[in-house]
């Protein structure tokens, strides 16, 4: 099946509208349920796969030891880094790499020491000798941002890495890494109807210097399809919130849940159901490159999909923006 292909910004690499963030794998979802989604996925156009040295079910089930003092099972397995480890394990059974833009991220210490290091570890987990993107997961203020930029250049001298990006940076973190030097293609950012933070300062920056935008948690991570209440007590289990409560965090506040209900209400009057609507809502925002959807189930991928089809009718865009 055919997709909507987006240039990411001047790195040359051009990827499907829609991405597969596997940050579910080995921990919501075991590794059959994993690959059949990359299957189904592969087989609808999908062509992007989004994953990082950082998910894993090990990962958090330590995340709830170290910062919450909460020491149980959640997930499907404990495998450490098992979100790259199963992709790599489906790249190789698939035969597919040189059909897919893979990216992977290094979590922190930015120095080109460990960027090199993690670079080489996350490759033998994806089983691939390079990946197309390569990305900072977030702001680390304890590297200096010439080292920084440095350590990028060295791993995308070695022909490792295609392109390099950042993810959850800011406007004003990105823009100063560019001062440095010319290393980040692409950035990777929280978006949704809950979490709007980027309209106002990385947008502008990424359309001035050509830089690729990819968008996750479409859905905000679960929340605005209306599944979770503000009783942090209540969290369904299995749930994204549930395995990593610290989303409850970014997500719960009074607006936001405002925001809910004002979405459900939309739904109902225009018969498109909830999922669909604030998937699609990301999409028609043309400044944003790749959308990349998480999945547990292949219905997940059937609304996001149906999403990618629908017309975003330009009084449902007036009516959100007077939400504000």
């Known amino acids: 099946m055919t997709m909507e292909q987006r240039t990411l910004g001047k790195s040359g690499i051009t990827a ?23 299957d189904y996925a592969f087989e609808h156009g999908i062509r992007l796969i989004d994953t990082a040295e950082a998910y894993g079910g090990g990962q958090a089930r330590d995340y709830r030891k170290n910062y919450l003092g909460v020491d149980d099972v959640r997930e499907v397995s404990g495998e450490m880094h098992s979100s790259e480890k ?6 190789k059974s698939r035969g597919v790499r040189k059909d897919i833009v893979l990216l992977t991220k290094v979590t922190t210490n930015h120095t080109r020491d460990h ?40 791993v995308l001298a070695s022909g490792r890495v295609s392109a390099g990006g950042v993810s959850n940076y800011s406007g004003a973190q990105l ?31 990424c359309a001035r210097e050509s830089i690729g935008v990819i968008t996750y948690s479409p859905l905000g ?11 942090r007590g209540a969290l369904p289990k299995g749930t994204r919130f549930d395995v990593i409560p610290g ?25 498109v159901p909830v999922a669909r609507l604030a998937t699609a809502w990301v999409l028609q925002n043309q400044q944003v490159d790749v959308v990349l959807i998480g999945a547990r189930t292949q219905s997940h991928l059937d609304a996001a999909l149906s999403a990618a ?16």
């Open 16 to 38: 499907s509208r829609l991405g597969l963030g596997a940050t579910t794998f080995g921990r919501e979802i075991n590794e059959e349920e994993s690959f059949r989604i990359l």
């Open 86 to 91: 199963i992709v790599g394990r489906w790249l």
């Open 115 to 154: 960027v090199r290091e993690a670079l080489a570890a996350s490759l033998e987990r994806l089983q691939t000798d390079s990946t197309d993107l390569y990305l900072y997961h977030s702001f680390d203020a304890k590297t200096p941002p010439g080292e920084a930029v440095a350590a990028m250049q060295e």
């Open 175 to 205: 823009e100063a890494a560019l001062r440095v030097g010319r290393a980040f293609e692409v950035i990777e950012s929280n978006y949704n109807l809950a979490i709007r933070d980027i309209e106002s300062d990385v947008l502008p920056l």
């Open 221 to 231: 991570a679960g929340f605005l399809t209306g599944k979770y209440t503000a009783d």
């Open 247 to 271: 989303h409850c965090d970014v997500y719960f506040s009074e607006r936001n849940f405002a925001r809910v209900e004002k979405l459900k209400a939309l739904s109902e009057r225009t018969g």
């Open 309 to 324: 089809a629908l017309e975003f009718a330009p009084e449902w865009l007036d009516e959100i923006r007077a939400w504000d």
